[in-house]
């Protein structure tokens, strides 16, 4: 069975590892976030690839979920020590090296989805992983400080802010002129079934779909579209997908997110046995709905809902 899976950071990259061990011979290809990422001390950093590639290659820091295990920050000390920021922002020394070897590839002239690969080369995720774009996309918070109305890139709102302020819009900023990756486009049209895991609605899955052709590759695969939600009983699971959903419109419910995607894109939609109450709701809108536990508490709980919504595709295409 080949997939296609749209996916953010610790979320998407912990559902992927039980989608693995569900479904350990299908032909699973990730398209990966990239409006997360930002330049720092001179480096490309891709926080939401990195983290999909280092969680299924066996390279995570289990507890936060982000950045390499037995990590060290020597560099980042002595970058403080000379007074070089953001200081708000922790690499690893392991980290570091991943972002030079980016950075050399890319200003030699590789384009991401190559430099991607390079990496992986190394990691083997046993996925195929690609960046939504090999344009920049960078996602942009609006938000009110010290009484002034400003932009700041989303890792300023989520790492040095941390969401403690209203987000009163949020903007990919280039998507609009942005190209799919070289494989997005094709993954899709081959797929047998796209999933969107447990992965912020607006700044990860939002993000990819905002990139011009996705959506619609998406609408009209012709195969069966299943989500599962990252709200549990009216608030996220992890994150701030609340303030950002918020942004946009939408409320923070299992339904309201159902919705915000639509039946036009959704065909399914997973939501936890707490909130039971949303299904009736989401299916008179159109998109199929079931309640089944939600919490990636281990590995095989994330395996556990990752069967569910492959059983759910398997209703939608029956």
């Known amino acids: 069975m080949r997939m296609v899976v749209l996916a953010g950071g610790i979320g998407g990259a912990r559902f992927l590892r039980g989608l693995k061990r569900a479904a350990p011979d299908a032909d699973i290809t990730v398209i990966g976030n990239t409006g997360d990422d930002i ?11 990195d983290t999909v590639m ?20 020597t560099v980042k000390s002595e970058l403080a020590a000379y007074g ?18 980016r950075t050399q590839m890319l200003g030699a002239g590789y384009p991401l989805s190559a430099v991607t690969e390079a990496l992986c080369d190394r990691w083997r995720p046993g996925v195929r ?27 300023e709102y989520w790492v040095k802010l941390r969401a403690s302020v209203d987000a009163h819009a949020v903007v990919p900023v280039g998507a609009e002129q942005a190209k799919p990756a070289p494989g997005v486009l094709e993954a899709i049209a081959e ?14 899955i939002g993000t990819i779909l905002a990139v011009p052709g996705v959506r619609e590759a998406i609408a009209e695969a012709g195969v069966p579209v299943v ?84 059983a759910l595709a398997e209703e939608v295409r029956g």
């Not at 997110?257 to 299904?279: C, E, F, I, P, Q």
Request: proline share 6%.
């Open 39 to 49: 330049h720092l001390f001179g480096l490309k950093v891709c926080p939401d690839l």
């Open 54 to 73: 280092y969680t299924l290659g066996g390279g995570i820091d289990e507890e936060q979920g982000w950045g390499r295990a037995d990590e060290s920050f």
């Open 84 to 101: 070089v920021g953001p200081e708000w922002f922790g690499l690893g020394d392991r980290d570091f090296a991943t972002h030079i070897v």
């Open 129 to 155: 992983l690609l960046p939504m774009s090999d344009d920049r996309v960078e996602t942009h918070v609006a938000v009110e400080l010290d009484g002034e109305r400003r932009a700041v890139h989303f890792q």
């Open 191 to 204: 797929a047998d079934v796209v999933l969107f895991p447990p992965s912020n609605p607006v700044v990860s």
């Open 227 to 310: 989500g599962l939600s990252p709200i549990v009983g009216n608030a996220p699971v992890r994150g701030m997908a609340d303030k950002v959903l918020a942004a946009v419109g939408v409320e923070a419910t299992a339904g309201a997110v159902a919705r915000h995607y639509g039946s036009g894109l959704l065909d399914g939609w997973l939501v936890d046995t707490v909130d039971a109450a949303a299904v009736p709701e989401v299916e008179a809108a159109g998109i199929r709905c079931r309640a089944v536990p939600l919490m990636m508490t281990d590995v095989d709980a994330a395996a556990a809902m990752a069967r569910e919504a492959l």
